[in-house]
């Protein structure tokens, strides 16, 4: 914690110079409404209530990579919870889902071959743990019968639970010009998907193994969440979930919840940097600021 605390005074300060003002205090630093999250937008809110505690650039148009995925996992899940599919249902991997991304897009080792069967359990491991653009397409073969048919499917769901700036255009975030969210209508997503009590036991899971199928050797998986990792600087064991995301568009992303004894917050960040702070300490601010948030949140719902 002193580690973090001291990187992120290093950070304060490098913006402090830049903009010629006077460096932050740590009071100063904890309340996003006095020194602003470092991000393209961002949004804070009581998880139970949706109220909204903070919020920058909150209804702005910006690309959601992998967070789109939260989307995905709850569709997914909504499937299992109308008995449509089940967890336990093997899947096949299609060629004509893996020709939809570029492999560096496969974050999984080894990658998703054609022909390979997982269970959608695993399968939905692969999409949120590792952040599998392959896997989605995959599941929405699987859930929907096609791709396109599945992105319908994000889309109206994404208009009934009331996102009017969110448009999806694939299952995974995949970069397109044509495909866009807020940061407001991701807190939305979030809250829905979290009602689902799946969603919330899946996306908490600091890393996975995932046994060996017909092609392939068994799969560790760990998160991409540095949130959930214990020993990351990151780590903050409050916080329960839920998906990250990053691409040179969209920049550093990351959709988090934490909970404090009766009270849960949700906080979006879209569009974060990663600074070199000089002898080998790097600081990613998705991480970081998404700290910042939820520890500001729960302090104020707890208070």
């Known amino acids: 914690m002193k580690k973090l605390i001291l990187t992120l005074f290093s950070v304060m300060l490098m913006c402090s110079?830049?903009?010629?003002?006077q460096a932050a205090t740590a009071e100063e630093m904890a309340d996003p409404n006095i020194v602003p999250v470092f991000a393209k937008a961002a949004f804070l809110g009581d998880a139970f209530t949706g109220e909204m505690l903070y919020g920058l650039n909150e209804e702005t148009r910006v690309e959601p990579a992998s967070t789109a995925k939260i989307m995905t996992t709850m569709l997914?899940?909504?499937?299992?919870?109308?008995?449509?599919?089940?967890?336990?249902?093997?899947?096949?991997?299609?060629?004509?889902?893996?020709?939809?991304?570029?492999?560096?897009?496969?974050?999984?080792?080894?990658?998703?071959?054609?022909?390979?069967?997982?269970l959608l359990i695993?399968?939905?491991?692969?999409?949120?743990?590792?952040s599998d653009c392959a896997a989605c397409d995959v599941a929405a073969e699987a859930v929907a019968g096609s791709v396109p048919a599945f992105v319908k499917m994000m889309n109206d769901k994404a208009a009934l639970i009331g996102c009017t700036n969110t448009h999806f255009t694939n299952p995974s975030g995949y970069p397109d010009a044509k495909m866009y969210t807020t940061a407001k209508d991701m807190f939305t997503i979030t809250r829905y998907a979290m009602m689902n009590q799946l969603f919330n036991m899946y996306?908490?899971?600091?890393?996975?193994?995932?046994?060996?199928t017909n092609l392939s050797e068994a799969r560790h998986i760990t998160n991409t969440n540095q949130l959930l990792i214990p020993g990351s600087p990151y780590y903050n064991p409050e916080v329960k979930g839920v998906k990250t995301g990053t691409s040179s568009?969209?920049?550093?992303?990351?959709?988090?919840?934490?909970?404090?004894?009766?009270?849960?917050?949700?906080?979006?960040?879209?569009?974060a940097d990663k600074w070199d702070l000089g002898n080998g300490v790097t600081l990613q601010a998705q991480f970081s600021?998404?700290?910042?948030?939820?520890?500001?949140?729960?302090?104020?719902?707890?208070?």
């Open 76 to 118: 997914i899940l909504d499937a299992i919870s109308e008995g449509k599919i089940a967890l336990d249902t093997p899947v096949t991997v299609n060629q004509s889902a893996l020709n939809l991304v570029p492999s560096d897009a496969s974050h999984v080792t080894p990658k998703l071959q054609a022909g390979e069967q997982m």
């Open 17 to 21: 110079i830049a903009l010629n003002v």
């Open 289 to 303: 600021e998404s700290n910042r948030l939820l520890n500001y949140g729960l302090n104020r719902l707890t208070q």
């Open 203 to 212: 996306t908490c899971i600091p890393a996975i193994d995932i046994p060996a």
């Open 122 to 130: 695993h399968l939905l491991c692969t999409v949120m743990h590792s």
């Open 249 to 271: 568009g969209a920049g550093r992303c990351l959709v988090s919840n934490a909970f404090r004894n009766d009270k849960a917050v949700i906080s979006v960040i879209l569009g």
